[in-house]
């Protein structure tokens, strides 16, 4: 195989698995594929010490990154797409009836302020919602991954000796975003989430972005066509991992798959790449990061990704 190895994180899943196992080979260059457990890990290593060539990462971590001068610029590879009205769990105790019984309250944020989920689940609050996020005190169980990112006035950090599931489960938090528990009094806040989001999803095109893939901006420098031949290597794994899926031969379908699922019965495309079909989520997903003080200000949807890959589509 031509070309340099380079050092390339992402985790393996359907769309990806051709890519990962050697199915599909791009043709400038051999990936070097290293583990990261868990890959939010990842992550913080590519902001903090751009540690990989090429890696998988959270979109708002991103935009948050780039917004931060961060050495990195991405390629239009949404490699994770989830729907994320069931992320908001409720404390049945709490009084809270509606998203709007929220404000004045403290909502948990598992993780930082930046996480995708978090972000998606806030602009849906307030988009669909009515919910002033800004009369929300939100309590986090962690740090960012930019280092450098300072949040709004009220974002608060959890306290050190407590632990955000217990807090739910009490009541000192009437909800949280993105935690994981079983218990009798915790139930999502949006009912039927998934239905929820395949509603949004047929009256606007909702369709959330989680990760996609970004890479060294040296490397973008050094290696003209290298943007685009990641680009192609993604794509046409994704091509095969949808056919597969399409007849029914994903065996143990997982969350990802299920929901690759349900947007293809609405008549839409599980996972689409390219500026192009997903400009409207990206604009969509960047008004949010403004408006809860992600990122200063919205920008071209262009200036997220690498040049080359502009009107690629796959």
């Not at 594929?33 to 913080?44: K, Q």
């Not at 917004?67 to 069931?86: D, E, N, S, W, Y």
């Not at 293809?264 to 599980?270: H, Q, T, V």
Request: hydrophobic content about 40%; charged content about 25%; some cysteine.
């Amino acid at each position: 195989m031509p070309g340099p190895k380079l050092k390339t994180v992402t985790r393996t899943q359907g769309n990806n698995a051709a890519f990962k196992n050697g199915t599909v080979a791009p043709k400038t260059f051999e990936p070097d594929f290293i583990e990261v457990e868990p890959l939010i890990a990842a992550f913080r290593r590519q902001v903090r010490q751009s540690e990989f060539d090429i890696c998988e990462m959270a979109i708002t971590t991103y935009m948050c990154a780039k917004a931060h001068g961060k050495k990195m610029t991405a390629i239009p590879v949404p490699l994770v797409r989830q729907f994320h009205h069931g992320a908001i769990l409720v404390n049945t105790k709490a009084g809270i009836r509606t998203p709007k019984d929220l404000e004045g309250k403290r909502v948990g944020v598992n993780r930082g302020y930046t996480v995708t989920t978090g972000v998606w689940a806030r602009g849906i609050l307030a988009e669909e919602h009515g919910v002033d996020l800004k009369k929300v005190t939100w309590v986090l169980s962690g740090d960012e991954h930019v280092a450098e990112y300072k949040p709004p006035s009220n974002v608060v950090p959890i306290d050190p000796a407590k632990k955000m599931q217990d807090m739910l489960v009490s009541g000192e938090l009437v909800a949280a975003i993105g935690v994981d528990i079983d218990h009798p009094d915790i139930k999502p806040l949006i009912p039927n989430a998934l239905d929820a989001g395949l509603a949004a999803y047929k009256s606007r095109g909702h369709y959330p972005i989680n990760h996609l893939v970004v890479i060294r901006d040296d490397l973008i420098a050094e290696r003209p066509g290298l943007a685009t031949d990641v680009f192609q290597a993604f794509a046409a794994s994704k091509r095969m991992y949808v056919e597969k899926l399409k007849a029914g031969k994903v065996e143990k379908p997982d969350i990802y798959d299920r929901t690759h699922l349900r947007v293809i019965e609405a008549g839409g495309d599980p996972l689409p790449y390219g500026i192009g079909p997903n400009r409207k989520v990206i604009e969509t997903l960047m008004g949010h990061a403004v408006s809860q003080g992600i990122i200063p200000k919205s920008l071209p949807v262009e200036e997220f990704f690498v040049k080359e890959t502009w009107d690629l589509v796959g």
